[in-house]
């Protein structure tokens, strides 16, 4: 049971005609090389397509996965509606983690997470001490302290519920 | 910043995930939020992506109807550097016509570092060596480094059209020929790789000359003029 690397990065250029239309064109980059290349890459073939096309390149995206090699397989009664939610503050402003189908063992009695929980207190390290910088909210700023964790429930999206609906 | 994405599958099937905000895609950041939330969750992560946008000041759109070029390059073994042809990298180009679409082949920048899909060098083509081929120039062939299709939106309308004047003279066929006419007319209009039309009007013709009831001269001067309009695109 491994996270697997994609072999390569992948850049999704977007461009948008005078009509409105809008269009994409993926181009890949081999892993291995730091990502300030990866982005010179992507930024140099943004300026040849921008000469290519006629129409306006209005920005990409970067994005590389990883895959479950070999995933150990749902537990009994897990359901992601389920959420351990957790806030995190960032120089007083609020982000928001949930934790899809969190374990019951986690949840207290009166619907609040037990933070004290071998497991949580090793993602609150993860987001707040092992690696100081790196999390933070969408400005930029780094998450520096727990707000809340409790558990909730969300709806599921159609697109996201099983293909198998009947009985 | 980055955005962290972990998915999730629970018992019943159903899909979720879960974000957070990275300043920079650390590997070793990644891996340990998610053996965390591996051992909060009673789910199954099945993968995991991290993804950044780089937006552009100007979003004014421009263009419209220059059609849409296909750039294929072949893709080798990066492994032991024996130049064997792994995987094909296609890319398209929008608003953009053979010509300007070439150019692109000329950059310096593409042969560098630059990807299939799975992961196979594309770094080869040298500029003069392995002229880049087009539908106006020649059939692509295993020895081209990369080969270059245009496909314009006028032209394929016109294609499509034409199509359904062929669909009529399948019915003019025997049963079994007549059926594979309207598969190979169908695929045309599904939208195959321009080479393959190309080798499916052919084969219409030779379809065409077999079947002894239709007439084959006026059929073949039709879907010559198809294949001399391809040509000129």
Redesign the interface.
Known sequence: MA?IP???Y?VTYT??????SK?T???????G?V?D?V?A?????A???R??????????????????DA???????????RK?RTIWLADTYK?R????????G?VLPDGALNRNSV??L??RA??LT??V????????V?LDALAAAYESYTR?TPK?????KLA | ?WRLRVW???????????????????E??I???????R??????????????????D???????D?G??VLVHRATD?TNNTNTELDA?P??????DSG??R??WG?S??V????????Y?IDNPTPGDGEPVSLDNEYPDDTDDYYLIAVRRNFWHRLLRDARAYNTLAMTLPDRQARRVRLDIRDLFLGVPMREVLERLDRIIELLENGGNANTDEIRRLLLQIIAALGSS
């Open positions: 996270l994609d072999p390569v992948t461009f948008q005609d005078e009509t409105g269009a064109t993926q181009a890949y980059i081999r892993q090389i990502i290349d982005i890459r992507a930024n140099a073939l300026a040849a397509l000469n290519v096309s006629n129409a306006q390149l209005t920005g990409y995206t970067i994005s590389r996965g990883w895959t479950e995933p150990a397989g749902a537990g009994g009664g897990s359901r992601v509606e351990g982000t983690i949930d934790i899809p189908s969190i374990a019951t986690q497991q949580f090793a993602l993860v987001l092992d690696f910088g790196d999390f933070t909210d969408s400005r930029g780094s599921t996201r519920q099983p293909t198998r | 910043m999730f599958r629970d018992i019943s099937g159903t899909v979720s995930y879960t974000g957070a905000w990275l300043r920079s895609p650390n070793t950041a891996f340990a939020f998610v053996e965390a939330l051992s909060l969750s009673d789910a199954q992560i099945t993968h995991v992506d991290v993804l950044r946008r780089f937006p552009y100007s979003q004014v759109p421009s263009g419209r220059r849409i070029s990066n990298f890319m398209w180009v929008p608003e953009a300007l679409a150019d692109l950059h920048v593409l560098r570092d630059y990807a299939s899909r799975a992961g060098n």
